[in-house]
């Protein structure tokens, strides 16, 4: 079964650099269509689509936050990373990483997200 | 930016039909899809493509998009569907998320 799972700080402070791994089993990122993405959730907010990367290594980000993001990926250790930099307080959320199989358009598999927090 | 809105909250009775929005520019030409989150949890997506559901999801989620509205229906609501529901979409390369509905069923 498809499983993912995020992991880094859990704690950055604010102009740091956030580092954020995704492990995942169950799918191959180089299958056709397969894509792994990231988003976040601010405390008891709705879900945020940050970046995507694809089986053809086609990248996506959002338009907003464009400049802070890269998103790489590790198709021999099943990892996606994201990279996000000057991080600040509102920047605070828990971030998931999840799959998409790009035809059918919606995030099928979720990992169980990490809470990042950016204070001093 | 595109944008998409629903209403904060929605409250249906048990065993009723309950129906969350979601509205965006021209969103019947693009596909729509649901996510269910319960407190703590990640969210599950419900709906994709308008109208299909991920095996495993009950047949009282239902899903329709035309015009400027997408809907999500729950046919037959139960206590355990009560969560945060959230649509999204593609607009071109972006991925898109409306606002959230807090669903109560009492």
């Known amino acids: 079964q498809i499983t993912l799972k995020e992991s880094g700080p859990t704690l950055v402070k604010p102009t740091q650099t956030l580092t954020l791994t995704c492990t995942f089993s169950?799918?191959?990122?180089?299958?056709?269509?397969?894509?792994v993405g990231w988003l976040r959730q601010p405390p008891g907010k709705a879900p945020e689509w940050l970046a995507i990367?694809?089986?053809?290594?086609?990248?996506g980000y959002s338009p907003s936050l464009k400049s802070r993001l890269t998103i790489t990926s590790d198709t021999s250790k099943n990892q996606v990373v994201l990279i996000m930099n000057n991080m600040d307080p509102v920047d605070t959320a828990t971030y998931y990483c999840?799959?998409?199989?790009?035809?059918?358009?919606?995030?099928?598999?979720w990992g169980q997200g990490t809470l990042v927090t950016v204070s001093s | 930016s595109y944008e998409l809105t629903q209403p904060p909250s929605v409250s249906v009775s048990p065993g009723q039909t309950a129906s969350i929005t979601c509205s965006g520019d021209k969103l019947g030409d693009k596909y729509a899809c649901w996510y269910q989150q319960k407190p703590g949890q990640s969210p599950v997506l419900v709906i994709y493509q308008d109208i299909k559901r991920p095996s495993g999801i009950p047949e009282r989620f239902s899903g329709s998009n035309s015009g400027n509205t997408a809907t999500l229906t729950i046919s037959g609501t139960q206590a355990v569907d009560e969560a945060d529901y959230y649509c999204q979409a593609w607009d071109a390369t972006t991925v898109v998320f409306g606002g959230g509905t807090n669903l109560t069923v009492l």
């Open positions: 169950g799918f191959s990122l180089s299958s056709r269509g397969v894509g």
């Open positions: 990367i694809y089986w053809n290594a086609d990248q």
């Open positions: 999840a799959h998409i199989n790009h035809g059918d358009y919606g995030f099928d598999y």
